[in-house]
């Protein structure tokens, strides 16, 4: 789920609007600074009031998309923890030592289309943090024997979370959903590929080479700092990183022509369908996400008619989403549903459907979409309110895009959004032949049609 939903969901039964945002105000107050190298490495820094501390992000715009090669998928994600292994100059325990002494803590994590690296700490220890990036993204060096170390861990990692049966539908799902595109498998990879991965020592310096360049990447610093301190430190200490010339090609997915369906036999959990449906590609210039933000918002929020009626009024259902996935290609728009019987799947989604139908039809309230699009803007203004979380917002951004700018254009789409254009999302993008029904239950069929 994108970013903008996920903050949506645990903010919807709260009045947040006072009004419209004024439509010239953009939706992060603070200018964006941006500074590109002669390598291609782009530098963006958003000063911020947070007296001594400060969010330096790496954005590598590398993830699960970009294995397009049959047989070594996950290693976007096995670099997250690859990068975590140390240097030459910084070992993993000198580098530990170094993130304790400014007082700052660092992570990553892994998506379909980027990996991000942070750490927030002391502002005035900045240079430390440039020198202790710089040198891995620049310098990293593993044996033979560390790559296999760490490719089990990833692979202990895959199995802790297939035990999840919610985990092996959604895998199900994505590898039903696309045939060739690489959407096609998770950010953690095809099991087989990962069972695999300790015999790819040669290939996995072949991936670093290719894609941990400067092009690929965007530093983004915000907090208690200026532009041109970002800057020269970044010209000190990323200057001597040099461009690469790889660019992947990913396989365009073919139009899906007719329904699809994945089920998966589990009584251990509450039954659940899914309905996944073929969506856009991100744009800040189009206004089918916001359209279909706001479509979701109204038919899967828990202020909802479809929400009261299935989970309160009639308890067939224990829980009720939806929404549609940013992303650099067309993605898919879920909706999921945990049941209370399996009896009633397919009642469930005749009456998902029913809802969606009258939006193609009738359209939605004026007032209803004036405040869902209020709120829509305001949860997220609301909750971009330190240096962590703008660093985090533009670093989304940044990898849909290329630019952080993106994320002003976008939430200004919002205010454009019109009763027509839900009308015209929903009958664009909610087609029979362009779903796939993902089921769990307790029997070998999923019972819905």
């Known amino acids: 789920m994108n970013i903008r939903l996920n903050i949506i969901a645990g903010m919807l039964a709260v ?19 941006q500074h590109k190298m002669a390598n291609g490495l782009n530098v963006v820094t958003v ?63 892994t ?39 760490e490719a089990g861990a990833v692979k202990g990692e895959y199995t802790k979370n297939f035990a999840s049966p919610y985990q092996q539908s959604y895998e199900n799902t994505l590898n039903t959903a696309f045939d060739v595109h690489t959407y096609k498998h998770t950010t953690m990879g095809f099991f087989k590929d990962i069972v695999n991965m300790p015999n790819q020592y040669a290939y996995s310096l072949e991936f670093f080479n290719r894609y941990y360049r400067p092009e690929y990447s965007t530093i983004v610093v915000v907090g208690d700092v200026t532009a041109e301190k970002v800057n020269a430190l970044a010209e000190k200490y990323f200057g001597a990183w040099k461009r690469g010339s790889y660019v992947s090609a990913v396989p365009t997915e073919p139009k899906q022509t007719a329904a699809r369906y994945t089920h998966l036999q589990n009584a251990g959990i509450p039954p659940m369908l899914s309905l996944n449906y073929k969506g856009p590609a991100f744009s800040d210039s189009q206004i089918d996400m916001p359209a279909l933000d706001a479509m979701t918002t109204i038919l899967f929020s828990p202020t909802s008619a479809l929400y009261k009626k299935l989970v309160i009024q009639e308890q067939k259902v224990r829980s009720l989403g939806g929404g549609a996935s940013d992303s650099r290609d067309p993605n898919l728009i879920s909706i999921q549903a945990s049941l209370i019987n399996k009896a009633d799947m397919q009642y469930v989604k005749d009456e998902i459907l029913k809802a969606v139908d009258e939006i193609k039809t009738n359209g939605v ?85």
Request: charge should be negative; charged fraction near 25%.
């Open 365 to 449: 309230d004026e007032q209803v979409l004036a405040k869902t699009k209020s709120l829509l803007k305001y949860s997220f203004a609301m909750s971009i309110d330190n240096p962590s979380t703008i660093a985090n917002s533009l670093c989304a951004y940044i990898t849909l895009t290329g630019d952080p700018e993106a994320l002003n254009r976008l939430y200004a789409m919002y205010d454009k959004v019109t009763v027509a254009d839900l009308k015209a999302v929903a009958s664009t993008y909610f087609v029979p032949s362009g779903v796939t029904v993902a089921t769990i239950s307790a029997d070998a069929e999923g019972g819905v049609k």
């Open 111 to 149: 998506s379909l289309d980027r990996t991000i690296y942070h750490m927030t700490g002391d502002a005035s220890k900045l240079e430390t943090m440039f020198d202790l990036e710089s040198d891995r993204f620049m310098n990293l060096k593993y044996t033979e024997h560390d790559f296999k170390t």
């Open 15 to 33: 009045v947040l609007w006072n009004g419209p945002l004024a439509a010239a105000e953009k939706i992060l107050p603070y200018p964006i600074q």
């Open 47 to 109: 000063q911020f009031d947070s007296p001594g501390l400060a969010a330096f992000y790496i954005d590598v715009r590398v993830g699960s998309r970009n294995e397009v090669e049959d047989g070594v998928t996950g290693f976007a994600h096995f670099f997250e923890h690859m990068m975590f292994r140390g240097t030459d100059k910084y070992p993993r325990d000198k580098y530990n030592d170094v993130l304790k002494s400014i007082g700052a803590g660092a992570n990553a994590n």
